[in-house]
């Protein structure tokens, strides 16, 4: 067996220690005789297993007793359209679009009321973060909502933007538990797991209690209630067993790890490892203004389209998989979420060297 370096954007890759430990509790989990995707949601050691797994988010987040975690289905793209049922009362959201995720959260409120675009980085490709210091948030609109990391092009909010006193909504997906969060600041942080904590299955949605309401729009849909969801303890149906399992796993190696103090040290490390070499590469370089780097995805190109090809594919060959950009912006992207280890982006950009040395005068 031999285990290549994934740079994927999602799903992606997961600590080698967690796969392995999933593997050795394949057929029996904990002596129950069964593995956790045959047994019942109902069960005293699934119970066991989702109970623990929100423990640990807590602690990792050190998330205030105010605020609900909820273990839901339907990924991020369902909080597209939760977001606004739940959160609407006077049909009013400020969406600020830095990429295609927050574009299309930003549509699908549309379907419920009036959702405001009142910042945008779209000029430029998404290739920053727009100045959000001042907004013309709308008196009426019942949140302001943003896309943290933008996994596409690359961009972090490194400063979370004034809302003027309105609750702030944030898809953290790329970013969720990369570093430490001051959960206060916001009203709901929600995240689809697959980037950088789990499985595709799973969205964790942390929701401060005020925020839920049984006075939804009247067209939401049950499943989507976050009232009916946080009664019932993420159990209103059957959730993603298997995926809650597994982020489970992931919390206890962060914790292992030293928590996200040490992840974000980490995460900041192996980011400048690339960010240092694309800076002085007279070949590669990034695509996103220095100061909105995201220390997750990291998207780059030559200038020329079939260079970036035939990077793409050597790349491959050499065991640096899935480092194709995404087909709006071009050229490459790596990802580089709590799992890759410092060594993989040490060898890519041993690789990327070569590459730049082998066609020096392209
Ligand atoms: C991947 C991604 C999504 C889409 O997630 P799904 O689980 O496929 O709905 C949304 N937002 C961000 C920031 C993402 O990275």
Not at 62 to 83: E, R, S, T
Not at 179 to 198: L, R
Request: charged letters at 25%.
């Amino acid at each position: 067996m031999s285990r290549v370096y994934n740079f994927s954007a999602g799903p992606a890759v997961l600590p080698e220690e967690v796969l392995k430990e999933a593997a050795a509790e394949m057929l029996d989990y904990n002596g129950t005789g069964m593995s956790v995707m045959e047994m019942s949601h109902r069960s005293k050691a699934f119970e066991e297993i989702i109970q623990t797994a929100e423990q640990d988010i807590r602690d990792l987040l050190k998330i205030p007793d105010n605020y609900k975690v909820l273990f839901l289905q339907g990924g991020a793209h369902q909080q597209f359209a939760a977001v606004p049922l739940n959160l609407f009362k006077n049909r009013v959201g400020d969406y600020i679009i830095t990429g295609q995720w927050a574009k299309k959260a930003w549509k699908e409120a549309k379907l419920y009321g009036t959702a405001n675009a009142i910042a945008s980085s779209e000029d430029k490709t998404f290739s920053y973060i727009p100045d959000c210091s001042d907004l013309p948030v709308d008196e009426n609109a019942d949140y302001v909502y943003i896309c943290e990391n933008n996994t596409i092009y690359g961009t972090k909010f490194h400063t979370l933007p004034n809302t003027k006193g309105k609750t702030l909504v944030s898809d953290v997906s790329s970013c969720f538990l990369s570093e430490p969060m001051d959960v206060s600041k916001y009203g709901v942080i929600y995240g689809g797991v697959q980037k950088n904590i789990g499985p595709a299955g799973v969205v964790i949605v942390i929701i401060r209690e005020d925020l839920i309401r049984e006075d939804v729009l009247p067209e939401t849909p049950t499943i989507m209630r976050y009232d009916v969801q946080a009664k019932a303890g993420s159990l209103y149906n059957t959730p993603p067993c298997y995926g809650i399992y597994i982020c489970g796993k992931v919390f206890k190696w962060l914790k292992k790890q030293g928590g996200l103090e040490a992840m974000k040290e980490r995460n900041e490390r192996k980011a400048k490892i690339l960010y240092d070499y694309l800076d002085e590469s007279k070949l590669f370089h990034g695509t996103v203004r220095k100061e909105d780097r995201s220390i997750m995805n990291v998207p780059f190109v030559t200038g020329d389209k079939e260079l970036d090809t035939l990077f793409v594919k050597e790349a491959e060959a050499a065991g640096f998989v899935n480092l194709k950009g995404h087909r709006t912006v071009g050229g490459m992207r790596a990802s580089i979420y709590n799992a890759m280890p410092e060594e993989g982006v040490v060898k890519l950009v041993e690789f990327m060297k070569k590459f730049e040395a082998e066609h020096a005068d392209a």
